[in-house]
């Protein structure tokens, strides 16, 4: 049984950072391209980064590139989402997702497993 549990939200002022945690188990790590999205109350699921499978070439949206950064340990079996300099506009609940597919892929229709999400509040 696969499963992506997230960890590390939370409430954090203007400016400030968080680091989120997706621990997989159930799945070949290596094998997934790993991606976060992030979903506001009554807005629809966004794509926000994405890497690629071993840690590979990474992907941003417009909207956190030079703030947020993807990595992954495949020791551990774990994504991470570093994100500083935190506006209020991120708030939202943070989901790591896994993707079988080659491709850079922002759709969450084509990732495979997804995590239950953390909650991230930036207060301003």
């Known amino acids: 049984q696969v499963q992506l549990v997230e960890s590390g939200g939370g409430l954090v002022q203007t400016g400030g950072s968080l680091r989120l945690s997706c621990a997989a188990s159930?799945?070949?790590?290596?094998?997934?391209?790993m991606g976060w999205f992030r979903q506001a109350p009554g807005k629809e699921r966004d794509f926000v980064t994405s890497?690629?499978?071993?840690?590979?070439?990474?992907y941003y949206a417009e909207s956190v590139k030079g703030r947020f950064t993807i990595s992954m340990d495949n020791a551990k079996n774990t994504a991470y989402l570093q994100m500083n300099s935190l506006k209020p506009e991120d708030t939202a609940v943070y989901y790591c997702a896994a993707s079988a597919r080659w491709s850079v892929t922002t759709r969450p229709g084509e990732y495979d497993y997804w995590g239950q999400g953390t909650q991230v509040t930036v207060s301003s």
């Open positions: 159930g799945l070949t790590f290596s094998r997934y391209r």
């Open positions: 890497i690629e499978r071993s840690g590979g070439s990474r």
